[in-house]
């Protein structure tokens, strides 16, 4: 759920280094579906690089390595320059012995901001500059928020853009079936009192609104945090969201408790939740969305991020057997915007050369992201790129959240100390939706936060 699967440094390397002589995806100014103009566009403004080697490093691979591969090849055909990719089993370790070491590769990929801290502020990271900074600002959605996952304190202890947004994940999101809710006459919740007044109604029809699962073997609790997440960003002001990730906002402060007890209005509901309050912890994540689909449905309303798919009944069609739609905002609350909790992949210069560069400008270009967005599995919230390059409908509809959307946060347990959001935050949903009250689980989060050396 939170963790990628990876093959080894040798394998990756072999399969890099075949795909640098794969043809092209997509035939140059033959798919409409694509800004050819932007590909020949930096075609020419970048063949003084033709011949150049551009080393790349990053997380992905299997599938996503093939996928990236499939980009990079537009990158080696407009430039002449010789890109390989390649990954490895530990590649947050790997990059940091490669940087200490003085080998890095031109190009790192990362998804952790926080390692990415730690690099720039050793030196290791070179600025790309107020011109990229502005760029995001003014190019992507919710773009202030992405510069800020990109910016960090160097050597010198100075604030410096860093790191360049491609490719992102998205949460925020809330599953059901149409064909329930048009045979009960239910519409797409706006806002989220609108959701809780159509939570009351499904109850009235005496149906039960929500599937909640929080088992997941021993990381059992995790989907609780998603929750807690998604609903900090719609009660409080990202200033807050941050201040708690970083704990300057503790777990007891009651900024947060109001949301854990927000979220127990959802799963302390026994009308609310399929099985009752007594089995939001012992169903496992994966199962519980399967009550969407029962005859009569067991649940109308889902809560998960856009991988959960996957485990929906085999056959599953999106947009006609299973939908889903923005996690909605609070109407009492406008001054919030529509924020999007997410995570992505960060691009960072760790050798510069005018390949790396290139590289950089290469992905300002609608084309790097449309690539990959006609295939599967990427989400961009590049507001310039042709939304029709989508593979479908669902990822078109993701894609256009992010790209509207007016702030964007990562995923706060992964940015928190593992012993905390890892360890005692899990534990603690588990205790509330046990009987605990907020106060008191807030309170004993914080406590073993406190006590980390």
């Not at 390989?84 to 947050?92: G, Q």
């Not at 609790?221 to 929750?227: L, M, S, Y």
């Not at 889902?302 to 929906?312: C, G, N």
């Not at 360890?423 to 907020?438: C, H, I, L, R, Y």
């Amino acid at each position: 759920m939170k963790a990628l699967l990876w093959v080894g440094t040798a394998v990756a390397a072999l399969l890099s280094g075949v795909a640098q002589a794969q043809e092209l995806k997509f035939p140059p100014g033959q798919d409409a579906r694509f800004n050819w103009k932007s590909y020949d566009e930096f075609k020419a403004a970048h063949a003084d690089i033709k011949g150049q080697p551009l080393t790349l490093f990053g997380p992905w691979r299997g599938d996503d390595e093939v996928l990236f591969n499939s980009v990079l090849a537009y990158f080696n055909a407009a430039t002449g320059a010789d890109g390989r990719y390649s990954s490895s089993e530990n590649y947050e370790q790997q990059i940091v012995i490669d940087t200490q070491a003085g080998s890095p590769p031109n190009i790192a990929i990362i998804p952790q901001p926080g390692l990415l801290a730690d690099l720039a502020a050793k030196g290791f990271l070179t600025p790309l500059g107020q011109k990229n900074s502005d760029w995001i600002k003014q190019n992507y959605g919710a773009g202030d928020s992405w510069v800020g996952y990109g910016t960090y304190k160097g050597k010198d202890a100075k604030d410096a853009f860093y790191a360049f947004p491609y490719k992102a994940d998205l949460k925020s999101l809330v599953w059901y079936v149409p064909e329930n809710f048009e045979e009960a006459g239910y519409e797409i919740p706006k806002t989220m009192e609108d959701l809780f007044k159509l939570s009351d109604q499904i109850v009235k029809d005496g149906g039960v609104p929500w599937c909640i699962g929080l088992g997941s073997g021993g990381a059992t609790g995790w989907p609780a945090t998603d929750w807690i997440e998604d609903l900090m960003l719609r009660m409080n002001t990202t200033e807050t969201y941050d201040g708690w990730v970083s704990n300057g906002v503790k777990f007891d402060d009651p900024k947060v408790v109001s949301v854990i007890e927000e979220f127990g209005k959802f799963a302390k509901n026994d009308k609310y939740v399929s099985g009752g309050v007594a089995a939001v912890a012992s169903t496992d994540f994966r199962d519980s969305p399967k009550g969407l689909f029962g005859i009569p449905p067991k649940c109308y309303l889902h809560h998960q991020a856009s991988f959960i798919p996957t485990f929906f009944p085999q056959g599953t069609k999106l947009g006609t057997d299973a939908d889903f739609f923005y996690m909605p905002t609070y109407a009492s609350k406008p001054e919030l915007g529509t924020p999007v909790l997410g995570a992505g992949t960060l691009v960072a210069v760790t050798k510069d050369s005018p390949a790396a560069q290139a590289f950089i400008e290469f992905l300002k270009t609608p084309i790097a992201h449309e690539i990959w967005m006609a295939q599967s599995g990427f989400l961009t919230p590049f507001k310039s790129v042709n939304v029709e390059a989508y593979g479908n409908d669902a990822l078109r509809k993701q894609g256009q959240i992010l790209s509207s959307a007016t702030a964007f946060r990562f995923d706060g347990s992964d940015l928190m100390p593992g012993k905390i959001g890892a360890g005692a935050f899990w534990t603690g949903m588990v205790n509330f939706v046990g009987g605990k009250d907020g106060k008191t689980v807030g309170t004993e989060i914080q406590k073993a936060w406190d006590g980390l050396k």
